[in-house]
């Protein structure tokens, strides 16, 4: 055999030793998830048959699939390491005559029905337009409206939102910018990532092993000890750390399913990397850390599934509709997102998050606030992406996930919403809505990849 066959031999042996490796990991990833009772397998049929199908097709509605956003604001913590020069980190906007009429003539908080008349929509504009009403609504309601545009609902966001009346704020047609691997990494991308997990993960100075799973390990610990610590902590702070792992993992995984594989003629092919999912994911490769990782992509999935649930009553009034301008669209975008909710409610395993700051009240409202402070930080720390297509799904997911848990826990809010009337307690805008929906349908996705590794990997055998 020549030299270069041995060699091709050789990478392909080694590459299904790998494979095997990381079987070894899907057999890791069975059975019940911690802090929650729910078993990973049912997560999976629920996804697959109920979840998917329909999250996919309501991403493809203009409602969901034009998202606003500002690509241009200033890091706010270090000096700007410059925008990535990389072709795949182009974001492309979408030009103002694509924008649907309904969509364009709104602003950050419209998501209903708009007065078809300009001056309606102008009055609309002076209140910032918050959610613009039915045109079956009194003007008394109108008014009301108008007032609750100014109320400062801040101490109830979870997410630092754009302003999206900045000259620097664009629409992006998502399905046209899809998430997938760019080549974007090194310490740009090492720093955003150790910034998120070394400063805002509750980390104490006397727990050496950096959260961080890119960061290098210190000496010959294995992580258990820090596996320990973790343990040790309140319910608030495992889940708080959980929730990030699992944004990471979910991202990562969708890296390595839309895999820039070859370009030929300046076409490229983007697919599946099993290669790249084994050394992200792989035990060994990982240290133990991908098993785990996957498991906080379930942890999250049923985060943010809880949420779609709970916010089902505020969807359901009449007032509130997915305005576009299209009538009909408009119409079975509702009807289809109503349906998703309604098979959120089905699942019977839900996380239960009355159990989180329950403890006495002074102590748990200072927990939670401190929990709200940490990953609004986060969600600042998007803006130092310096990829723009990178940065553009992190600021999406942050918020949809930022999103859920201003949800979850505005609970007594939803409960008490008028049915014909728009609501000062509990409110989203439609920049909250967008973000929401395509951040649950991304984890959908992670979570569908992650059954099509399993086979690409059992074919590989």
Known sequence: MSGGGAGRSGAALRLLAALGCVLAAEAQLTGVLDDCLCDIESIDDFNTFKIFPKIQKLQERDYFRYYKVNLKRPCPFWADDGHCSIKDCHVEPCPESKIPVGIKAGSSNKYSKAAN???????????????????????????????????????????????????????????????????????????????????????????????????????????????TWLEGLCLEKRVFYKLISGLHASINLHLCANYLLEETWGKPSWGPNVKEFTRRFD????????????????????????????????????????????????????????????????????FDEKSMFAGDKKGAKSLKEEFRLHFKNISRIMDCVGCDKCRLWGKLQTQGLGTALKILFSEKEIQNLPENSPSKGFQLTRQEIVALVNAFGRLSTSIKELQNFKVLLQRTR
């Open 117 to 227: 008349h300009s001056k309606e929509l102008e009055d609309c504009e002076q209140a910032n337009k918050l959610g613009a009403v039915n045109s079956t609504l009194s003007n008394q309601s109108k008014e009301a409206f108008i007032d609750w545009a100014r109320y400062d609902d801040s101490q109830d966001h979870f997410c630092e939102l754009d302003d999206e009346r900045s000259p620097d704020a664009q629409y992006v047609d998502l399905l046209l910018n899809p998430e997938r691997y760019t080549g974007y990494k090194g310490p740009s991308a090492w720093r955003v990532w150790n910034s998120i997990y070394e400063e805002n993960c509750f980390k104490p100075r006397s727990v050496y092993r950096p959260l961080n799973p890119l960061a290098p390990s210190r000496g010959g610990d294995d992580g258990e000890s820090f596996y």
């Open 283 to 350: 035990p060994i490769e990982t240290k133990g850390e991908g098993p785990r990782r996957l498991k906080n992509l379930y942890f999250l999935y049923l985060i943010e599934l809880r949420a779609l649930s709970k916010v089902a009553p505020y969807f359901e009034r009449s007032v509130v509709d997915l305005y576009t301008g299209n009538g009909h669209e408009d119409a079975e975008s509702k009807a289809l997102l109503l349906e998703i909710f309604r098979d959120t409610k089905s699942f019977h395993m839900h």
